[in-house]
């Protein structure tokens, strides 16, 4: 799968060709969940700092027998694990928190950030997979704010959905805000 990356840089209108210069704008990265039903994954990065944004699987077709689940392509956090500082979770669908534990098994996500209900679910996965030592849950509410690495910081902004305990997000950066909606 080929995935498009959105970057809104500090330098706008700069001619400077500083290589510096150029690490300085978020890229928004969507490996999954865009244009499609499942996979939802999104890679935040600014710097040395990634962020996950939600972790899911998607389900097989009629046409793709032998095959239970379906995950994004995660080659790019593979290649860029030492720059992973956390994930954020928006909610409990298996969209969206499906693949996390699948995830661990091959790269360090050191925190992981989520409404009580999702947590508790993932918690569970995780226990069942055999990497509940992999990485720290912690359960956020409506209007907390959680800092990710230097360079992000995400406020839990309920939102109604077919699932309790759902959020979107207002993630500042060094670039703006970005206003995340998950699924409402």
């Known amino acids: 799968m080929t995935s498009s990356s959105t970057k809104f840089s500090t330098n706008q209108g ?7 210069q150029k690490d300085n704008c978020l890229r928004i ?18 710097g040395d700092d990634i ?13 793709m027998h032998g095959v239970n689940v379906v995950m994004p392509d995660t080659t790019y956090l593979k290649q860029n694990q030492k720059k992973i500082r956390g994930m954020v979770v928006t909610h409990g669908h298996e ?6 534990s699948h995830h661990l098994k091959n790269f360090n996500i050191p925190i992981i950030y ?9 918690k569970g ?6 990497v509940s030592d992999r ?4 359960v956020m509410g409506p209007r907390d704010t959680v800092k990710v690495g230097q360079h992000f910081s995400v406020e839990f902004i309920r939102n109604t959905h077919s699932i309790s305990d759902s959020f979107s ?11 995340f909606t998950g699924d409402f």
């Open 14 to 20: 700069s001619n400077n060709s500083n290589p510096k």
């Open 29 to 46: 990265i969507p490996l999954g969940g865009l244009g499609e039903i499942g996979k939802n994954t999104c890679v935040f990065e600014y």
């Open 51 to 63: 962020m996950i944004v939600d972790a899911g699987l998607a389900f097989p077709t009629d046409g």
């Open 95 to 100: 969209d969206h928190i499906g693949g996390i």
């Open 114 to 122: 989520g409404p009580p209900l999702a947590m508790a679910m993932l």
């Open 125 to 130: 996965k995780m226990e069942e997979s055999g």
């Open 135 to 138: 990485s720290t849950i912690q």
């Open 169 to 179: 997000f207002a993630i500042t950066t060094p670039v703006g805000v970005v206003f």
